[in-house]
């Protein structure tokens, strides 16, 4: 199996995807490991809202910025402002309609003049084809651990695919690679 | 320049009545009379009278609260309007000016041309004013108040000889008392032997009268005028191109920007205006993430703006101002960079542009156990990062308006369906009962007491879902990562 340290810190100057619903997590675990600050854009008529207390078990919720945006026009308008600026290293984007050809590619060229990442947080089966991985990120329950995730690598331009099951360890911010449950000595049970 | 009615006049001037009229202001719980018109005042009330009483007098009076901050603006208003007599002028009070023509009278053709001027100027504005001219302040005061018109210069005497004592800017006990001693006009005072006054009323009244005759000095102080952050230009031919406009752009910026320099202040919001050659007027507005007077810097954030604007037939005219403007003191340069910052707030400026700058926002700590109120949304640019985040347990990375589920008992329900789903409840860490801020009227928390449980579902899911005990129901409420 290939090692998720080949992919994860999301290659820089590209833009990647994720979906699933721990997509939210996998952001905020991307957003920890960036340098400095992070855009987060967020269509307003979204009912969901980032918790800043949540937050602030994977990262310093003051290096987040919030922009505001009516609709996806405005929010690739920005990201697109952002990426090519190379500012912020860090730009989140929420999708609610699939991205045209034209729009991913214009992101991935925004990113790489800025070098800088983006990261689409995207439902099931709205890829776009110029992102450069793809992600479906979920949580699994776990009878000792509330954190554990499966991330999914469905999509990779350079690398190869692979699905892993990680851990956040709140108190030291760290990424853990474990094994999936039912593989795991002394678990038989819970993967039953 | 004395305004008897500044205040009443300068509401008249807004809202013009017919009849009595009065401006009322609460003094010591009662409402006074503050300022009157003419026929008011000739229907005998006067000022410092209970609006009561007043009304007593004259049934049909008509009034308003008085404003004495806007009068004061008035009055700065009315002092911008007089330097165009002489550069020199000071307030006098809170309803006079003091001007020191000096040297200015021959270009409205002498004083009395000047004083008629003034006359006719003012009785066109609405503002009744009476004007007294004299070699001295303390002259020009004792006419503007008692009696009106020019004392011929170096014989003050004359004309100031037959007014009431009262003209010397005394105190009402000094004025009453010499009065008493059958002192009733300034001729009489200045033919009074001055050792026995200086010893009875102190130096006070000798002093006024000296300054009156002008055997004692006295300044006037000119108001400074404040500083204008607006220029503009005139161009012969109209313009078109974007590339134009924004050189055009870059020279005012260039002027504005030495001046904000100057007052060591930087503009926090510009606006640029270009007159096209049929007077439409069109204007780019600019809003930056924090005060700037670097011109290279602002400069590309026009760019947006001027590039939605129609010019038509040609842009002849072109003004920019700094409309806002914040203390931006002179800083040290240190070679430790504060480059990212100084990039973080042009990024933060030039999305403004785009989204709005109050839609660029960060997250502030609140001190509140309530979910949705334990931070604060503020715009990004006019707050800075502080404080720090606690969270005693865990907490949601999403927050969503409750969503009610079907569920019974004070314990999470094993089976659930949410947002079409089926879900099987495996684990459940709770409850943590928070209790609504009552002192803050809030509907969502209209249901009471909510017992918060954090729910892991064996299909993966970790929810927030909350009881409200008062009222029993089941709420999903937010979802961790």
């Given amino acids: 199996m290939s090692d998720l340290f080949d992919s994860f810190p999301l290659r820089k100057a590209r833009v990647h995807e994720a979906c699933g619903a721990g997509a939210s997590g996998f952001a905020a675990i991307t957003a920890a490991r960036a340098a400095s600050d992070v855009l987060w854009i967020h269509e307003t008529w979204r009912p969901e809202v980032l918790n800043p207390v949540g937050l602030s078990a994977f990262c310093d919720p003051a290096k987040v910025l919030v922009a505001q945006v009516k609709t996806q026009l405005e929010a690739l308008g920005v990201a697109e402002e952002t990426l090519r600026d190379g500012a912020i290293p860090l730009v989140v984007i929420e999708l609610s309609q699939p991205l045209t050809l034209t729009a991913g590619r214009r992101l991935q060229l925004a990113a790489k003049d800025g070098d800088t990442t983006g990261l689409c947080l995207i439902s099931e089966e709205m890829g776009s084809n110029a992102a450069e991985t793809r992600w479906r990120c979920a949580p699994v329950f776990d ?5 554990l995730m499966a991330w999914e690598i469905i999509k990779n331009k350079a690398g190869t695919l692979g699905v892993w099951h990680v851990r956040w360890d709140r108190a030291s911010r760290r990424l853990d690679v474990v094994s999936p449950v039912g593989e795991r000595p002394g678990s038989a049970r819970a993967s039953g | 320049m004395w305004f008897p009615r500044l205040a009443s006049d300068r509401v008249l001037r807004a809202h013009p009545v017919d009849g009595p009229f009065a401006l009322t202001l609460k003094q010591n719980n009662a409402n006074r009379i503050y300022c ?25 009076l008509q009034s308003r609260p008085a404003e004495p901050r806007g009068d004061m603006r008035f009055l700065h208003v009315l002092r911008r309007w007089a330097t165009r007599y002489c550069p020199w002028v000071g307030l006098e009070g809170d309803s006079g000016l003091v001007l020191d023509i000096t040297g200015a009278a021959h270009l409205f053709g002498g004083e009395a041309m000047m004083l008629s001027d003034m006359r006719q100027q003012l009785a066109r504005g609405g503002v009744s004013g009476r004007i007294g001219l004299a070699d001295t302040r303390g002259a020009a005061w004792a006419l503007a108040r008692h009696g009106e018109g020019l004392a011929a210069p170096g014989a003050p005497m004359a004309a100031l000889g037959a007014l009431p004592v009262a003209a010397l800017r005394l105190d009402e006990g000094t004025v009453t008392a010499l009065q008493r001693l059958g002192l009733r006009s300034i001729a009489e005072l200045e033919a009074t032997a001055r050792a026995p006054l200086a010893r009875r009323f102190g130096p006070e009244p000798l002093l006024r009268l000296d300054q009156a005759l002008g055997r004692q000095p006295e300044q006037i102080t000119p108001l400074a005028e404040p500083p204008h952050y607006g220029v503009r230009m005139t161009l012969p031919e109209p313009i078109g191109l974007q590339g134009d406009v924004m050189a055009g752009a870059a020279r005012l910026l260039e002027r504005v920007c030495d001046r904000l320099k100057a007052q060591e202040a930087g503009a926090r919001a510009l606006c640029l205006t270009l007159r096209r050659v049929d007077q439409e007027a069109q204007s780019v507005e600019l809003r930056l993430a924090r005060p700037l007077r670097d011109p290279a810097r602002i400069l590309p954030l026009f760019e947006r703006g001027v590039g939605k604007v129609e010019a038509g037939y040609g842009i002849d005219q072109m003004r920019l101002e700094a409309t806002r403007v914040e203390p931006l003191p002179v800083q040290q340069l240190s070679h430790v960079s504060t480059d990212s910052r100084a990039r973080l707030d042009d990024l933060v400026s030039r999305l403004g542009t785009r989204i709005g700058l109050e839609n660029i926002r960060r997250f502030l700590p609140a001190d509140s156990h309530i979910p949705e109120r334990g931070f604060i949304v503020a715009p990004a640019a006019y707050s800075r990062p502080e404080g720090s985040w606690v969270s005693l347990r865990p ?12 569920g019974s008992g004070p314990r999470p329900p094993q089976h659930f369906r949410w947002r079409r789903m089926r879900l099987v409840t495996a684990r459940a860490t709770g409850p943590e009962r928070i209790a609504p801020e009552w002192w803050l009227e809030d509907d969502n928390w209209r249901s009471g007491l909510r017992d918060y449980w954090h729910v892991e579902t064996r299909q993966g899911r970790r929810l927030w879902l909350f009881h409200t005990p008062q009222r029993p129901g089941w709420f999903v409420q937010g979802e961790f990562a």
């Fill in chain 1, 143 to 147: 009878a000792q651990d509330s954190t």
């Fill in chain 2, 395 to 406: 907490r949601p990375l999403r927050l969503f308006a409750p969503e009610p589920i079907a």
């Fill in chain 2, 36 to 60: 009157l018109n003419a026929q008011a005042e000739r229907l005998g009330l006067h000022r410092g009278m209970s609006v009561s009483d007043a009304r007593a007098f004259c049934p049909d």
